[in-house]
């Protein structure tokens, strides 16, 4: 973004990374894929990179708002002084916190998760998928994360964006706005869980398997590194994979 | 022809009155024990979700069996109170169905359509009695079930049966005593279900059946008027509540949580940003987040009043499926049960919120808010729109923000994320390495 304002362009979107898009080994070949399709696509956008900042999610859903409006305003003051207007993020945590909480504290934008920018980028014919790939006709399933569907009421995006590879979407048995969370979020992510007789993960994990699909396509970091446990934990990670829309989207592009 | 009855009458209307009003001042105090938040904005939109949610029961038919029954006790109870207006006219006027003359033959079918609702409303209670003590569905046999909420639910269910055998007992007696003319007694053209009860009572003589008659029917004025003082100290609340806790509901999105502005301030302050409001003296700081209820909104504490502990809340919630503490429905009773306590204190002259016990600690422990996922399961069951994450997440803030009491692997994560800008320990520097891959793979 620095060097993009340094030359007087102003990039159509804003990428946000996040930190698990950043650092998670697992999730940095999500960022990639969805910025190979950018790339591909010809889209105009911009990353942070180093100015970038967590958004807080996990600090004020811990308790910590101090932390939590510590790190927002100062997201908020960068994203300004690039008068950034449309925000796009592959991360549900971020997309909620800067869409819905980031503008009490000055910080306004368009923000959409990548799962409505690649079906938009389907719709409108920029990205063509090949429907001939790895994934032609077989059994998807799709994993709500909380922080898209309920909180947020982002449930077809992410399903027409699956249904355009041409495979069959399976529905677990609690789905939509009945989806069971991976576990992680609520800052679940960053401690073990309270004491109880099975971890979230697994029981979601078991669900998923039961709809017999070849992979589960997720939209969320979290969810990604929960359900990638939840399959290996069931020993069937040499059967069943876990992926992010993106890297689904880029596979079929044979990128 | 005495007026003794009537007299009674009066009386009992009176004394009802005088403990209702009392009791609903009571309820009033305690909600408003709650800090004051504003909700009138988007008024449309707020009678729009009061008639889907409470008015047309919307969020109740995602389990069809049981939403069906509810709605025909429920239906039952707003048009048999219809009929409540001409007991109490009655009552007052020493009149015997006075509207039976006046309506004609509609007043036989009303009556009719009556019975009918009565026989449903006692299907359906029966139903519910085995849901709840026979099949015994999950989310009824939960811990913060046992004792008195398991026993309340039954006795509003027992109470409802009653009621309804009472009408339908009166209406029996009253069309023998009718067919037999007696005087004020009225012959309407048949009642259908009612009349399979008059063979119990046919054998009887004039004396005995009005007695049982009137029995009846001031066995069911007064039931009714005790029930609806009953409902006050119940979780049969929701009947009225369910009103305005729906038209007060949250209309922005789940996944918002309500910002600190006095958080705000301080943070502004140190990052020496000017706000607006920067130069006025900041409004007496209380606590940050909530310990006690008079820490949560009233809208909060409404939820809790509003709460009939039916439990879809919690049969969604991950952390209860997977056997953790937390019950979002416990949450909801323990707010209500402390704010009695903290009222039934006041009222008592005695400390009330400072006897020395709290919402957070003697009710609500930290293993409980600590195995939320914020993931609003219980938000979207809730038919109601009762919101127990936002009482979580606000319990939560205290426990950080007053107690430093995170559990350890948070207080680390805060750290990281104080230092690093990241919940995990990486470099800044480092947030724009995954690039290199791209870059050389597009280079090649």
Same mark, same amino acid.
């Given at each position: 973004?620095?060097?993009? +304002?340094?030359?007087?362009?102003?990039?159509?979107?804003?990428?946000?990374?996040?930190?698990?898009?950043?650092?998670?080994?697992?999730?940095?070949?999500?960022?990639?894929?969805?910025?190979?399709?950018?790339?591909?696509?010809?889209?105009?956008?911009?990353?942070?990179?180093?100015?970038?900042?967590?958004?807080?999610?996990? +600090?004020?859903?811990?308790? /910590?708002?101090?932390?939590?409006?510590?790190?927002?305003?100062?997201?908020?003051?960068?994203?300004?002084?690039?008068?950034?207007?449309?925000?796009?993020?592959?991360?549900?945590?971020?997309?909620?916190?800067?869409?819905?909480?980031?503008?009490?504290?000055?910080?306004?934008?368009?923000?959409?998760?990548?799962?409505?920018?690649?079906?938009?980028?389907?719709?409108?014919?920029?990205?063509?998928?090949?429907?001939?790939?790895?994934?032609?006709?077989?059994?998807?399933?799709?994993?709500?994360?909380?922080?898209?569907?309920?909180? /947020?009421?982002?449930?077809?995006?992410?399903?027409?964006?699956?249904?355009?590879?041409?495979?069959?979407?399976?529905?677990?048995?609690?789905?939509?706005?009945?989806?069971?969370?991976?576990?992680?979020?609520?800052?679940?992510?960053?401690?073990?869980?309270?004491?109880?007789?099975?971890?979230? /993960?697994?029981?979601?994990?078991?669900?998923?398997?039961?709809?017999?699909?070849?992979?589960?396509?997720?939209?969320?970091?979290?969810?990604?590194?929960?359900?990638?446990?939840?399959?290996?934990?069931?020993?069937?990670?040499?059967?069943?994979?876990?992926?992010?829309? +993106?890297?689904?989207? +880029?596979?079929?592009?044979?990128? | 022809?005495?007026?003794?009855? !009537?007299?009674?009458?009066?009386?009992?209307?009176?004394?009802?009155?005088?403990?209702?009003?009392?009791?609903?001042?009571?309820?009033?105090?305690?909600?408003?024990?709650?800090?004051?938040?504003?909700?009138?904005?988007?008024?449309?939109?707020?009678?729009?979700?009061?008639?889907?949610?409470?008015?047309? !029961?919307?969020?109740?038919?995602?389990?069809?069996?049981?939403?069906?029954?509810?709605?025909?006790?429920?239906?039952?109870?707003?048009?048999?109170?219809?009929?409540?207006?001409?007991?109490?006219?009655?009552?007052?006027?020493?009149?015997?169905?006075?509207?039976?003359?006046?309506?004609?033959?509609?007043?036989?079918?009303?009556?009719?359509?009556?019975?009918?609702?009565?026989?449903?409303?006692?299907?359906?209670?029966?139903?519910?009695? @085995?849901?709840?003590?026979?099949?015994?569905?999950?989310?009824?046999?939960?811990?913060?079930?046992?004792? =008195?909420?398991?026993?309340?639910?039954?006795?509003?269910?027992?109470?409802?049966?009653?009621?309804?055998?009472?009408?339908?007992?009166?209406?029996?007696?009253?069309?023998?005593?009718?067919?037999?003319?007696?005087?004020?007694?009225?012959?309407?053209?048949?009642?259908?279900?009612?009349?399979?009860?008059?063979?119990?009572?046919?054998?009887?003589?004039?004396?005995?059946?009005?007695?049982?008659?009137?029995?009846?029917? =001031?066995?069911?004025? @007064?039931?009714?008027?005790?029930?609806?003082?009953?409902?006050?100290?119940?979780?049969?609340?929701?009947?009225?509540?369910?009103?305005?806790?729906? =038209?007060?509901?949250?209309?922005?999105?789940?996944?918002?949580?309500?910002?600190?502005?006095?958080?705000?301030?301080?943070?502004?302050?140190?990052?020496?940003?000017?706000?607006?409001?920067?130069?006025?003296?900041?409004?007496?700081?209380?606590?940050?987040?909530?310990?006690?209820?008079?820490?949560?909104? =009233?809208?909060?504490?409404?939820?809790?009043?509003?709460?009939?502990?039916?439990?879809?809340?919690?049969?969604? %919630?991950?952390?209860?499926?997977?056997?953790?503490?937390?019950?979002?429905?416990?949450?909801?009773?323990?707010?209500?049960?402390?704010?009695?306590?903290?009222?039934?204190?006041?009222?008592?002259?005695?400390?009330?919120?400072?006897?020395?016990?709290?919402?957070?600690?003697?009710?609500?422990?930290?293993?409980?808010?600590?195995?939320?996922?914020?993931?609003?399961? %219980?938000?979207?069951? %809730?038919?109601?729109?009762?919101?127990?994450?936002?009482?979580?997440?606000?319990?939560?803030?205290?426990?950080?923000?007053?107690?430093?009491?995170?559990?350890?692997?948070?207080?680390?994560?805060?750290?990281?994320?104080?230092?690093?800008?990241?919940?995990?320990?990486?470099?800044?520097?480092?947030?724009?390495?995954?690039?290199?891959?791209?870059?050389?793979?597009?280079?090649?």
């Amino acid at each position: 973004m620095a060097e993009m +304002a340094a030359s007087g362009e102003s990039p159509e979107i804003l990428f946000w990374v996040g930190c698990a898009g950043s650092f998670d080994e697992r999730y940095k070949a999500v960022t990639q894929a969805f910025v190979k399709i950018l790339n591909k696509v010809g889209v105009s956008f911009a990353v942070l990179g180093p100015e970038e900042a967590c958004t807080g999610d996990p +600090a004020r859903r811990a308790g /910590n708002e101090f932390l939590f409006q510590m790190q927002a305003v100062a997201n908020i003051q960068v994203m300004n002084g690039y008068e950034v207007k449309k925000v796009v993020t592959a991360c549900p945590h971020c997309f909620n916190t800067i869409k819905n909480e980031y503008p009490a504290l000055g910080g306004n934008y368009e923000v959409i998760h990548h799962s409505q920018f690649l079906q938009q980028l389907i719709n409108e014919g920029k990205v063509v998928l090949q429907g001939g790939g790895e994934f032609k006709g077989k059994k998807i399933t799709f994993h709500d994360s909380c922080y898209l569907g309920r909180a /947020n009421d982002v449930y077809e995006a992410p399903r027409e964006v699956i249904k355009a590879l041409d495979v069959e979407l399976v529905e677990m048995k609690r789905c939509r706005t009945k989806g069971l969370c991976c576990g992680a979020g609520g800052a679940q992510m960053f401690k073990e869980p309270e004491p109880g007789k099975k971890d979230i /993960n697994i029981e979601r994990t078991e669900e998923a398997l039961a709809t017999g699909a070849s992979a589960i396509a997720v939209g969320c970091p979290f969810c990604l590194t929960m359900m990638t446990d939840g399959v290996k934990n069931k020993e069937r990670e040499h059967d069943v994979k876990v992926y992010d829309l +993106a890297e689904m989207i +880029a596979k079929d592009m044979g990128i | 022809m005495s007026i003794l009855p !009537q007299i009674l009458f009066i009386l009992v209307l009176g004394v009802a009155g005088y403990i209702l009003y009392k009791r609903v001042s009571f309820l009033r105090r305690n909600i408003f024990l709650g800090k004051k938040e504003t909700r009138n904005d988007q008024t449309n939109q707020r009678w729009k979700t009061m008639l889907l949610v409470a008015f047309g !029961q919307k969020k109740m038919f995602k389990n069809f069996i049981p939403a069906f029954l509810h709605l025909l006790i429920y239906v039952a109870f707003v048009i048999i109170n219809l009929e409540v207006l001409e007991f109490i006219i009655d009552g007052l006027g020493g009149s015997h169905r006075i509207f039976a003359p006046i309506l004609g033959s509609a007043y036989g079918l009303a009556m009719n359509f009556f019975e009918f609702l009565a026989i449903a409303v006692l299907i359906s209670c029966i139903a519910f009695l @085995i849901r709840r003590n026979v099949m015994k569905v999950e989310r009824f046999t939960k811990p913060e079930l046992k004792g =008195w909420p398991a026993m309340d639910a039954n006795l509003i269910l027992v109470i409802e049966i009653i009621l309804m055998m009472a009408i339908l007992t009166m209406n029996a007696t009253d069309q023998i005593l009718a067919e037999r003319g007696l005087e004020k007694y009225t012959l309407l053209n048949g009642l259908f279900f009612s009349s399979m009860l008059q063979p119990l009572f046919i054998g009887m003589n004039d004396v005995t059946l009005v007695f049982i008659e009137r029995f009846a029917w =001031w066995f069911h004025i @007064i039931g009714i008027l005790a029930f609806a003082v009953y409902v006050t100290y119940s979780k049969h609340l929701h009947i009225f509540l369910a009103f305005p806790n729906t =038209w007060y509901s949250n209309l922005k999105p789940k996944g918002e949580m309500k910002n600190m502005p006095e958080v705000t301030n301080e943070v502004n302050m140190m990052l020496g940003i000017a706000t607006e409001a920067g130069t006025e003296t900041p409004t007496e700081i209380g606590r940050f987040g909530a310990k006690d209820i008079n820490d949560l909104s =009233w809208v909060n504490v409404m939820n809790a009043y509003s709460c009939t502990e039916c439990g879809r809340c919690t049969a969604e %919630c991950p952390a209860n499926l997977t056997g953790k503490k937390l019950s979002p429905r416990k949450i909801m009773m323990d707010v209500r049960d402390r704010a009695e306590e903290v009222g039934k204190s006041i009222d008592a002259g005695g400390p009330g919120l400072e006897d020395g016990k709290s919402l957070l600690g003697d009710y609500i422990t930290k293993e409980e808010i600590n195995a939320c996922t914020s993931c609003n399961a %219980c938000v979207e069951a %809730c038919p109601v729109n009762i919101d127990p994450l936002s009482i979580i997440l606000q319990l939560r803030r205290y426990v950080a923000m007053e107690e430093s009491g995170t559990p350890a692997q948070w207080n680390a994560m805060f750290q990281n994320m104080e230092t690093s800008f990241s919940p995990w320990k990486f470099s800044p520097s480092d947030r724009f390495n995954w690039a290199d891959q791209v870059k050389n793979e597009e280079a090649k």
